[in-house]
T-cell receptor, first 114, second 115 residues
Framework: AQSVAQPEDQVNVAEGNPLTVKCTYS??????LFWYVQYPNRGLQFLLK??????LVKGSYGFEAEFNKSQTSFHLKKPSALVSDSALYFC????????????FGGGTRVLVKP | DAGVIQSPRHEVTEMGQEVTLRCKPI?????LFWYRQTMMRGLELLIY????????DSGMPEDRFSAKMPNASFSTLKIQPSEPRDSAVYFC?????????????FGPGTRLTVT
């Protein structure tokens, strides 16, 4: 079975500082990895994905993530956080053999303080 | 593109009543997913459809829950009878399978309160 872990329930960071949200996964087979963001009272918004190729992927709003196969990680990063980045972030994994469904992590709440 | 459309956005009902949630996926997408989000359990996949056919309903909590997709542009999730523990935000998402576009696009959700 596939699973995703987001070890931090909340991450606090000062505006302008680097932001990292951690994600590790466990799958059988090659993973397709995703990050989503959820603002209050909204649906999840797709940020970026890793399917194959370059391990560093860039996405919306200045976010990027690095796929690390040996550490089975896919951490989300932003060099300089904004107050408006405060939201709930979800990591998700898909394995082809499991069909089209995504398995989501428990989410990490990010609070960026001015 | 209008995105995934869900209705109603909010629903308040009494225990025992029937509730029907509606979803219109993005035009051209061929997979549709129903999720439930609560503080206690996080985001749970209830059921998903490929080309209007239910593929995996293992997440449907019990027989009180049912979902249909009569055509490519419409799906419903029905709860009958509803119970207070069904209170949650229900999301619908869609995607186009094939190629490398596996990301799902979510609707704004329906906040259900059962009293």
């Amino acid at each position: 079975a596939q699973s995703v872990a987001q070890p931090e329930d909340q991450v606090n960071v000062a505006e302008g500082n680097p932001l990292t949200v951690k994600c590790t996964y466990s799958v059988s087979g090659n993973p397709y990895l995703f990050w989503y963001v959820q603002y209050p009272n909204r649906g999840l918004q797709f940020l970026l994905k890793y399917i194959t190729g370059d391990n560093l992927v860039k996405g919306s709003y200045g976010f990027e993530a690095e796929f690390n196969k040996s550490q089975t990680s896919f951490h989300l990063k932003k060099p300089s956080a904004l107050v408006s980045d405060s939201a709930l972030y979800f990591c998700a994994v898909r394995v082809k053999a499991a069909g089209n469904k995504l398995t989501f992590g428990g989410g990490t709440r990010v609070l960026v303080k001015p | 593109d209008a995105g995934v459309i869900q209705s109603p956005r909010h629903e308040v009902t009494e225990m025992g009543q029937e509730v029907t949630l509606r979803c219109k996926p993005i035009s051209g997408h061929n997979s549709l997913f129903w999720y439930r989000q609560t503080m206690m359990r996080g985001l749970e996949l209830l059921i998903y459809f490929n080309n209007n056919v239910p593929i995996d309903d293992s997440g449907m909590p019990e027989d009180r829950f049912s979902a249909k997709m009569p055509n490519a542009s419409f799906s419903t999730l029905k709860i009958q009878p509803s119970e207070p523990r069904d209170s949650a935000v229900y999301f619908c998402a869609s995607t186009l399978t094939g190629g490398d576009s596996y990301e799902q696009y979510f609707g704004p959700g329906t906040r259900l309160t059962v009293t």
